[in-house]
């Protein structure tokens, strides 16, 4: 016990605030997810990945369509992220 009391008293514990902190980048992600061609892309993956899923022996995989859409949300939520930033 007296042990962790001197490290205690060299390693000052500090409290966070209660306020719970939100990145922007996520919620901004979540908008710009539903708009412009965003949704298009996505579908397109969700239709690539269905297909690879359901075959057994394949070597197709959907890293473009995934490259692409988060190209898509990346180049939405860097018109607005930075202004969001403190």
Known sequence: MAARRF???LFPTVKAQEEEVVDPQVVLREKCAEHGTAPQLWEKYQACNDRVN???NTTETC???LFDYL???DHCV???LFSKLK
């Open 7 to 9: 490290w205690a008293s």
């Open 54 to 56: 359901s075959r057994s």
């Open 63 to 65: 890293v473009e369509e």
């Open 71 to 73: 190209h898509e949300l």
């Open 78 to 80: 860097t018109k607005t």
